[in-house]
């Protein structure tokens, strides 16, 4: 599908974002690109993730659908791009929080965390947690490209 079909297709179904994962090497995810859906049914980048690889978490069961969009939280001291984040996934963003205040979250029991990386090649980790543990894919983030 060209770019114009898959907006329009999005705007059919109601959808405000539309998430293209592109392929790299080996079949292995490269990069994640965020489309903002306008009424009209044209498309807009707003976010571009260029990934240096992804981990999959040893989750037995696959973990049931949220009843809500899941929030966006930074783990540690950073907040630098949990805005971005949020903005890209349609969502709040909560603020900064440490592991130990995501495993005693009330209000949330899931949450997408995004975690500053000092080290070559990696720029951030977004996480898929449920009460601070693990319960899907941690994307390995090498670039970040806000558009907004």
Do not use: W
């Not at 770019?3 to 405000?16: C, P, W």
């Not at 696959?62 to 929030?71: A, D, F, S, V």
């Amino acid at each position: 599908m060209s770019m114009n079909e898959v907006a329009l297709l999005a705007q059919s179904m109601r959808a405000s974002r539309v998430i293209i994962v592109g392929r790299g090497l080996h079949g292995n995810p490269a990069g994640v690109s965020f489309l903002k859906i306008s009424d009209d049914g044209t498309s807009e980048q707003i976010l571009s993730l260029r990934l240096r690889g992804v981990v999959f978490s040893r989750v037995r069961n696959r973990p049931k659908t949220p009843e809500t969009k899941l929030p966006v939280v930074s783990i540690g001291s950073s907040e630098e791009y949990g805005e971005d984040i949020a903005l890209a996934f349609d969502t709040v963003y909560l603020g900064r929080y440490s592991l130990e205040d995501l495993r005693s979250f009330t209000s949330y029991s899931r949450v997408i965390a995004v975690e500053r990386v000092e080290s070559k090649g990696i720029t951030l980790v977004l996480k898929f947690l449920e009460m601070g543990e693990p319960i899907g894919p941690k994307l390995l983030v090498r670039k970040i490209k806000t558009y907004f």
